[in-house]
C-alpha cells in the first residue's frame, strides 16, 4: 500500500508542484522516509522508486527528469549536483540465472560530486568525494575522489583540481 501511495504522491503532488517548491517536495520526500538535508534542490520532475532508500546531504541539487533507480541505498553527499536526465541504478538481473534474478547494490556518491546530465551510474558504484561523471557517460567502475572520468564506459580524463603550478596556465575544463 505504501508503494502504491507513493506513486500516486509523485505523480501528482509532487510532479504537479510548482518548480520552485524545493520545501514542498523535500517534505513529501521525508514523509515517504527519505533522508533529506538541508538547502536540498529537488526538480519536481526527478523521481525516486523508493524515496525510504534514499539519503541526500545538505544543499545538494537533483535535476530534472533524474531517475533515482532505489531498489537498494542510494547516498548522495552534501554540495552534489546530480543533472537533468541522469540515472542512478541499484537494480540489475543475473544474466547467468536462467529466471534473471535481481540483484541489487547501494550506490554512494561522495560530497562535493557533480554527475553530469544523462549519465548512466551502474549498481554498487561509488563516485568519491569531488569527482565528476561527464555528460553522457556509463559509470561501470567506481570513480576516485577528486578525478573527472568520460566516456562509455566511463574511464580517468583528469583530476578535478590539479596542483597548481603558477609558472603553467590553467587549462580549463568542459564536461
Not at 120 to 132: D, L, N, R
Amino acid at each position: 500500500m505504501v508503494v502504491l501511495l507513493w506513486w500516486f504522491v509523485q505523480g501528482t503532488l509532487f510532479r504537479f508542484s510548482l518548480h520552485p517548491m524545493y520545501s514542498w517536495r523535500n517534505m513529501l520526500l521525508r514523509l515517504f522516509g527519505a533522508s533529506i538535508g538541508r538547502g536540498v534542490k529537488v526538480r519536481p520532475t526527478a523521481r525516486f522508486t523508493y524515496p525510504w532508500k534514499v539519503a541526500i546531504g545538505d544543499h545538494s541539487w537533483i535535476g530534472d527528469h533524474v531517475e533515482l533507480y532505489s531498489l537498494d541505498r542510494i547516498e548522495i553527499g552534501e554540495h552534489c549536483v546530480i543533472s537533468q536526465q541522469s540515472y542512478i541504478c541499484t537494480g540489475t538481473h543475473n544474466i547467468r540465472d536462467p529466471r534473471f534474478g535481481l540483484v541489487t547494490r547501494p550506490v554512494r556518491i561522495g560530497d562535493g560530486a557533480w554527475v553530469a546530465s544523462g549519465a548512466f551510474v551502474y549498481p554498487g558504484v561509488t563516485i568519491g568525494p569531488m569527482a565528476v561523471v561527464a555528460a553522457r557517460s556509463t559509470v561501470i567502475r567506481n570513480v576516485p575522489a577528486n578525478e573527472v572520468h568520460a566516456g562509455s564506459p566511463a574511464q580517468y580524463l583528469q583530476d578535478r583540481f590539479a596542483k597548481v603550478n603558477p609558472s603553467e596556465p590553467r587549462k580549463e575544463v568542459l564536461v
